[in-house]
């Protein structure tokens, strides 16, 4: 891997940007939406050296697909599946698919969020560390 430069670090703003609002596997970026978040120098920083941006998303592992559109400043970005997803939303994938049931990615999302919120994940992992910590000797 490269070092990292500006550009790279604003390409990957605007891919994490992206790939935290989507629904499905792809997402389109307003550039000038994306902008509000900037103070007036980076806004200039990011107009004045769009290209190179475009270059360091288009050569992002996550990234599977990406145009730009000039005539709107939007960035069309489709990412790649597995990319999207936690360890976890990756588990319930896997589980369902060995058990005959495909979700969408914006489920699969739903599902692990109940998951993560509930009391048996609670107690799970409340259980792991108590295990955990009596096989290294120490006291909770």
Same mark, same amino acid.
């Given at each position: 891997?490269?070092?990292?430069?500006?550009?790279?670090? !604003? #390409?990957? *703003?605007? !891919?994490?940007?992206?790939? *935290?609002?989507?629904?499905?596997?792809?997402? $389109?970026? &307003?550039? =000038?939406?994306?902008?509000?978040? /900037? %103070?007036?120098?980076?806004?200039?920083?990011?107009?004045?050296?769009? &290209?190179? $941006?475009?270059?360091?998303?288009?050569? =992002? +592992?996550?990234? #599977? @697909?990406? *145009? /730009? %559109? *000039?005539?709107?400043?939007?960035?069309?970005?489709?990412? /790649? /599946?597995?990319?999207?997803?936690?360890?976890?939303?990756? @588990?319930?994938?896997?589980? #369902?698919? =060995?058990?005959?049931?495909?979700?969408?990615?914006?489920?699969?999302?739903?599902? &692990?969020? %109940?998951?993560?919120? &509930?009391? +048996?994940? %609670?107690?799970?992992?409340?259980? #792991?560390?108590?295990?955990?910590?009596? =096989?290294?000797?120490?006291? $909770?």
């Amino acid at each position: 891997m490269g070092k990292l430069s500006i550009n790279k670090l !604003i #390409a990957n *703003d605007i !891919i994490n940007y992206g790939m *935290d609002r989507t629904t499905s596997f792809n997402y $389109i970026i &307003s550039l =000038n939406d994306f902008l509000d978040d /900037y %103070d007036d120098a980076t806004r200039d920083y990011i107009k004045s050296h769009i &290209s190179g $941006i475009k270059d360091a998303i288009y050569e =992002n +592992e996550n990234v #599977a @697909q990406f *145009d /730009y %559109d *000039d005539a709107r400043d939007e960035f069309d970005i489709v990412f /790649y /599946y597995d990319n999207l997803m936690t360890p976890l939303e990756k @588990q319930i994938l896997d589980t #369902a698919k =060995n058990i005959g049931y495909e979700f969408e990615l914006e489920e699969l999302r739903e599902i &692990s969020y %109940d998951i993560e919120n &509930s009391d +048996e994940y %609670d107690n799970l992992i409340t259980n #792991a560390i108590k295990k955990n910590t009596l =096989n290294m000797g120490r006291e $909770i």
